[in-house]
Nanobody, 126 residues
């Protein structure tokens, strides 16, 4: 059983930065691939970034590549998403997710992730 709690969202001006955090419990965190997704009003949930629990490799959506960095602190069982140069189109609820199975690698589909946090709101104003 994996439980995830996001934090760090808020309101920021375009061009600003935020660091989202996701605290995990109830699983073998260091060996689990973790991901970030976002969902804006009227849109489907979309992939943002993921970090592998197998080899620490990372993946980013084209929309955030170069502006975002995913990282993890296994001692704190926490995954982070540093977002810089934020744009209004980044406005969404951001969700942390875990694949939940040791050995499962990077995936961009929400269907690949078994556990989800409650989400944290990011609002970017122009």
């Amino acid at each position: 059983q994996v439980q995830l709690v996001e934090s760090g969202g808020g309101s920021v001006q375009a061009g600003g930065s935020l660091r989202l955090s996701c605290a995990a419990s109830g699983g073998t965190f260091s060996r689990l691939t973790m991901g970030w997704f976002r969902q804006a009003p009227g849109k489907e949930r979309e992939f943002v970034s993921a970090i592998s629990g197998r080899d620490d490799s990372t993946s980013y959506a084209e929309s955030v590549q170069g502006r975002s960095t995913i990282s993890r602190d296994n001692a704190k069982t926490t995954v982070y998403l540093q977002m810089n140069s934020l744009k209004p189109e980044d406005t969404a609820v951001y969700y942390c997710a875990s694949r939940g199975v040791i050995g499962y690698g990077l995936a961009v589909s929400a269907r690949a992730y078994a556990y989800w946090g409650q989400g944290t709101q990011v609002t970017v104003s122009s």
